[in-house]
Nanobody, 116 residues
Framework: QVRLVESGGGLVQAGGSLRLSCACS????????MGWNRQAPGKQRELVASITRGGNTEYADSVKGRFTISRDIAQNTVYLQMNSLKPEDTAVYYCAAKGFLSWDYWGQGTQVTVSS
């Protein structure tokens, strides 16, 4: 069973930075993509950043220019560097691994809270 374990969340002031990590129990190269999603209270879960097996990245418009997704294939770890954080970035952030068509595996989530 694939396990994804997130870490690095916490409380930060607006304008600050956080770096999230996602450790995967299997080779991340075995998935078509890895991604970071978030869900704020009362809102739908949204995909904020993804990176394909080939290294192509995509970002939600709301985080472009502020968030960067990266990976360490040897360590089976995916990162999300979050800069210039805003209160509206407050959410539980989930790491996910994509199979052929769908996001098949999810982590337990890590809370990010941005104070104004």
């Amino acid at each position: 069973q694939v396990r994804l374990v997130e870490s690095g969340g916490g409380l930060v002031q607006a304008g600050g930075s956080l770096r999230l990590s996602c450790a995967c129990s299997e080779s991340i190269f075995g998935f078509s993509a890895m991604g970071w999603n978030r869900q704020a209270p009362g809102k739908q879960r949204e995909l904020v950043a993804s990176i394909t097996r080939g290294g192509n990245t995509e970002y939600a418009d709301s985080v472009k220019g502020r968030f960067t997704i990266s990976r360490d294939i040897a360590q089976n770890t995916v990162y999300l560097q979050m800069n210039s954080l805003k209160p509206e970035d407050t959410a539980v952030y989930y790491c996910a691994a994509k199979g052929f068509l769908s996001w098949d595996y999810w982590g337990q989530g890590t809370q990010v809270t941005v104070s104004s």
